[in-house]
């Protein structure tokens, strides 16, 4: 299994951002797919994952400003990212898992997202 992520960069505050993952060497339409962020000095979190039945789940910090979606066409999913804070600064990993746990079997390697003025 392959995740590449990209849309990563530097943004400023209120700005948003769009992240892809594009996956190979899965039947990526049977994965949950998820987004993870680790801050600099902090543990690794999840931010959103979306299962292969399109259900989506969020965590409260970017509820209601980050859209997850996927496009099972071209095995593909997307993590749109709105009202940035600096909090949200952070390398974000794609990952691929089971649907029934947040248990995930392939990570991509990261694309830092960085929120400043």
């Known amino acids: 299994a392959q995740l590449v992520e990209s849309g990563g960069g530097l943004v400023q505050p209120g700005g948003s951002l769009r992240l892809s993952c594009a996956a190979s060497?899965?039947?990526?339409?049977?994965?949950?797919m998820g987004w993870y962020r680790q801050a600099q000095g902090k543990q690794r979190e999840l931010v959103a994952r979306?299962?292969?039945?399109?259900?989506?789940n969020y965590a409260d910090s970017v509820q209601g400003r980050f859209k997850i979606s996927r496009e099972n066409a071209k095995s593909t999913v997307y993590l749109q990212m709105n009202s940035l804070k600096p909090e949200d600064t952070a390398v974000y990993y794609c990952?691929?898992?089971?649907?029934?746990?947040?248990?995930?079997?392939?990570w991509g390697q990261g694309t830092q997202v960085t929120v400043s003025s």
């Open positions: 990952t691929a898992g089971h649907n029934y746990a947040a248990v995930e079997d392939a």
């Open positions: 060497g899965i039947l990526f339409g049977f994965y949950a």
């Open positions: 979306i299962l292969s039945g399109g259900a989506e």
